[in-house]
């Protein structure tokens, strides 16, 4: 099971830092990925983390103000979100590859269907 947490309502050029924790299971073999969903709109790829912790990937809108990590000691995965745009609103969702230690080198998944287990959601608002 996945908890994200450190959603909230803040202004823009503001941060804040969400946080996925595991439970009931370990996800230190896993890619990790978070997507997050606007109202109305489909849910897209925001960032993903190797299993290694050694490569990220992220999506154009958000290179650069956001960065994501992991702590496979507290099997934890976040996001530090950084000057935060109105348009950054959404839920923001994080997610677990099906399958574990899969070789990164190819490249780190970005379809929501490459991922298995999600969490609830946490809302993100960002005000002008």
């Known amino acids: 099971q996945l908890q994200a947490s450190g959603g909230g309502l803040v202004q823009a050029g503001a941060s804040l830092r969400l946080t996925c924790a595991a439970s009931?299971?370990?996800?230190?073999?896993?890619?990790m990925g978070w997507f997050r969903q606007a109202p109305g709109k489909e849910r897209l790829f925001v960032a993903a983390?190797?299993?290694?912790?050694?490569?990220?990937d992220y999506d154009e809108s958000v290179k650069g103000r956001f960065t994501i990590s992991r702590d496979k000691s507290r099997n934890t995965v976040y996001l530090q979100m950084d000057y935060l745009r109105p348009e950054d609103t959404a839920v923001y969702y994080c997610?677990?590859?099906?399958?574990?230690?899969?070789?990164?080198?190819?490249?780190?998944?970005?379809?929501?269907?490459?991922?298995?287990?999600w969490g609830q959601g946490t809302l993100v608002t960002v005000s002008s």
């Open positions: 983390i190797g299993w290694s912790g050694d490569n990220t």
């Open positions: 009931g299971r370990s996800v230190r073999a896993y890619n």
């Open positions: 997610a677990t590859e099906g399958i574990p230690l899969v070789p990164e080198e190819s490249g780190l998944p970005r379809r929501s269907a490459e991922y298995r287990v």
